[in-house]
Antibody
Framework: QVQLQQSGPGLVKPSETLSLTCTVS??????????WGWIRQSPGKGLEWIGT???????YYHPSLKSRVTISVDTSKNVFSLNLRSVTASDTAVYYC??????????????WGQGSLVTVSS | EIVLTQSPGTLSLSPGERATLSCRAS???????LAWYQQKPGQAPRLLIH???SRATGIPDRFSGSGSGTEFTLTISGLEPGDFALYYC??????????FGQGTRVEIK
């Protein structure tokens, strides 16, 4: 079955870069059937969409994070990754990767990774 | 950005009762669709409803979604013990960004 497995450090220092990877199994990112997204959840803001990428590298970002975010994809390894630069304590959250359907456009998320708690602290 | 406001913040009900959760969009956009998710402590959200009213794979028919325009509803008919959780709505089909509501907690009365 399709699974999304997240990896990356749980602690990042302020001003540094948060990096997470999502390894997809059971479906090929390169098939182009789905988008692949990142969402975060913090107590103060609930669920927040960060951005989404397609197999060909086309990406879409939340306007409030666009200047600091890069989402990339490696179809040969079937992974996609999140980089969030210049982090502050307000970026502390549980980060999720998820599969996003393409019917209307960037649609709903039907499969989620296990979540990664990332704490920004020195 | 379309802001989704969920109400009530907390719903206190007994097993077997009917739960009605509301999600209101800040603006009317043609072709806006809603998805609903259930989240339990320590778990990722689980898709319940997409396309406003279509149940996701494996979701029991006591979960139903409805609405259009700016008013959307998730109904759980006959709450079971595993249904007491957090519920989020998400809009798509309108202009980016994709947005989520702040959540409704369904708790045991």
């Amino acid at each position: 079955q399709v699974q999304l497995q997240q990896s990356g450090p749980g602690l990042v220092k302020p001003s540094e870069t948060l990096s997470l990877t999502c390894t997809v199994s059971g479906v090929s990112i390169g098939s182009g059937t789905f988008y692949w997204g990142w969402i975060r959840q913090s107590p103060g803001k609930g669920l927040e969409w960060i951005g989404t990428i397609y197999y060909n590298g086309n990406s879409y970002y939340h306007p409030s994070l666009k200047s600091r975010v890069t989402i990339s994809v490696d179809t040969s390894k079937n992974v996609f990754s999140l980089n969030l630069r210049s982090v502050t304590a307000s970026d502390t959250a549980v980060y999720y990767c998820a599969r996003q359907w393409i019917q209307i456009g960037l649609d709903y998320f039907d499969l989620w990774g296990q979540g990664s708690l990332v704490t920004v602290s020195s | 950005e379309i802001v989704l406001t969920q109400s009530p913040g907390t719903l206190s009900l007994s097993p077997g009762e009917r739960a009605t959760l509301s999600c209101r969009a800040s603006q009317t956009v043609s072709d806006i669709y809603l998805a609903w998710y259930q989240q339990k402590p320590g778990q990722a959200p689980r898709l319940l409803i997409h396309g406003t009213s279509s149940r996701a794979t494996g979701i029991p028919d006591r979960f139903s979604g409805s609405g259009s325009g700016t008013e959307f509803t998730l109904t759980i008919s006959g709450l079971e013990p595993g249904d007491f959780a957090l519920y989020y709505c998400q809009q798509y089909g309108g202009p980016l960004p994709v947005t989520f509501g702040q959540g409704t907690r369904v708790e045991i009365k």
